[in-house]
């Protein structure tokens, strides 16, 4: 017999309860990148950072002596420095077969989003993540937090702890 609690786990394995879209394209005038993350259609309105995405969303644990922590900071400020706009803490994410969880730490500088946990389908979450790939790798020239971005992709490859992470986006 068939509980209902397992038809619901069935049921969540296929269906994410939210959709994810990014979006990245040039300011021409200014020559940087414009980077946008839209949740369940709608804009986020904070200052987004891509190279959470490459880097730090399938891969976000750093550890030091027996404490291990996310680094995922999609939200931070312009500068780089995800304090200096008020956000304390990362956000943790799971990359599991059929959904990617987002756990948004709490009194942490997250009030812009509407909800502490996400769950989208993995399918959309690494096909959006593929998509910006594509296109960094297609605009070296263009610069984020004024550098090339080509010069953040070389800086990228010759750091040992980015092996998996640019393994992961080559496979995708
Ligand atoms: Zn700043």
């Not at 049921?11 to 993350?37: G, P």
């Not at 030091?64 to 956000?91: D, H, K, L, Q």
Request: with cysteine; charged share 30%.
């Amino acid at each position: 017999m068939v509980s209902r609690k397992s038809i619901r786990r069935k049921n969540n394995y296929y269906r994410a309860d939210d959709s994810i879209e990014l979006n990245i394209s040039e300011d021409e005038e200014h020559n940087t990148v414009v980077f946008k993350i839209i949740i369940n259609g709608k804009e986020v309105k904070h200052y987004s950072d891509f190279m959470a995405f490459m880097l730090f969303s399938k891969y976000p644990f750093e550890s030091y002596m027996n404490c291990r922590w996310s680094v995922f900071e999609p939200f931070t400020c312009s500068c780089g420095a995800s304090g200096c706009a008020g956000i304390w803490r990362a956000i943790t994410p799971k990359h599991r077969r059929f959904t990617v969880e987002w756990r948004v730490p709490k009194e942490s500088g997250y009030g812009f989003l509407d909800k502490p946990f996400y769950q989208f389908g993995t399918w959309q979450y690494e096909e959006q993540i593929s998509k910006i790939w594509e296109w960094i790798n297609d605009h070296r020239e263009v610069e984020h937090e004024r550098r090339p971005i080509g010069d953040w992709l070389d800086s990228w490859f010759e750091d040992e702890e980015f092996f998996p992470a640019l393994e992961y986006l080559d496979s995708l």
